[in-house]
């Protein structure tokens, strides 16, 4: 996109300055890449994800400020070029509030850092109808800012369950696994009982045999 909008204000802007503002952006990229790359896999302690809170944050400020400098230095007299600037840039913002409301700082960072510089530059033509824009862009970032929030709301509340979930699915399984256990101990000790049944029986029926025995044995001596 950013090639694209020094595309279509080549001949509204001065070269030189659109080129160095693309330069800078890229750069910026190029930066947040190499952030991304050597650090993708810290998100294991609390620190690394308060560094990553700050870093996310940084870049998304860093972002909208830029485009917000788009709309200061290369905003156009044509009043068709203006709409198509403020076209743009409400694009953006309503790309990330779609993209990007799991996170509401950066968020808010990139949206202000976008629509500020565009309401206040907007505001400098001072006449009718560029109040009335300023009106509508105003109560557009109200309308966004609610919209990010009941999108995080939503994204917050699904994350809530997922966890919830999966707590419940672990104590399920430290259930089955006492019931499991408390199974297994059920079963030795009907085992051990079946056992110890087993040589009580034995031991009745030799008791049985030996008084048998001795009573016939008494018999046969009083016989």
């Not at 950066?106 to 560029?130: C, K, Q, T, W």
């Not at 990010?148 to 917050?156: A, E, P, Y």
């Not at 399920?172 to 006492?178: C, P, R």
Request: one cysteine or more; proline letters at 2%.
């Amino acid at each position: 996109l950013e090639v694209l909008f020094v595309w279509l204000f080549w001949d509204h802007a001065s070269h030189e300055l659109l080129l160095s503002w693309i330069a800078f952006f890229y750069s910026l990229h190029a930066v947040e890449l190499v952030e991304w790359t050597l650090h993708r896999q810290k998100l294991n302690t609390l620190q690394e994800c308060r560094n990553w809170h700050a870093t996310f944050t940084f870049f998304s400020l860093a972002t909208g400020i830029l485009w917000g400098a788009a709309v200061v230095a290369f905003f156009p007299a044509d009043i068709a070029y203006q709409s198509l600037m403020i076209c743009v840039m409400v694009g953006l913002v309503a790309g990330a509030v779609t993209i990007n409301p799991v996170h509401p700082p950066a968020l808010y960072a990139y949206l202000l850092g976008i629509m500020a510089p565009l309401i206040v530059r907007v505001s400098l033509e001072n006449d009718f109808v560029h109040w009335i824009l300023v009106l509508m862009l105003g109560v557009y970032v109200v309308v966004i800012l609610l919209a990010g929030r009941g999108l995080n709301k939503t994204f917050v509340l699904s994350l809530q369950q997922g966890f919830e979930n999966d707590s419940l699915l672990q104590q399920l399984k430290v259930q089955k696994a006492e019931t499991e256990e408390a199974r297994n101990q059920l079963e030795h000790a009907n085992i051990v009982l079946l056992n110890n049944e087993h040589k009580l029986e034995q031991m009745v029926l030799e008791r049985t045999a030996l008084l048998r025995q001795q009573t016939e044995e008494n018999v046969a001596i009083k016989d």
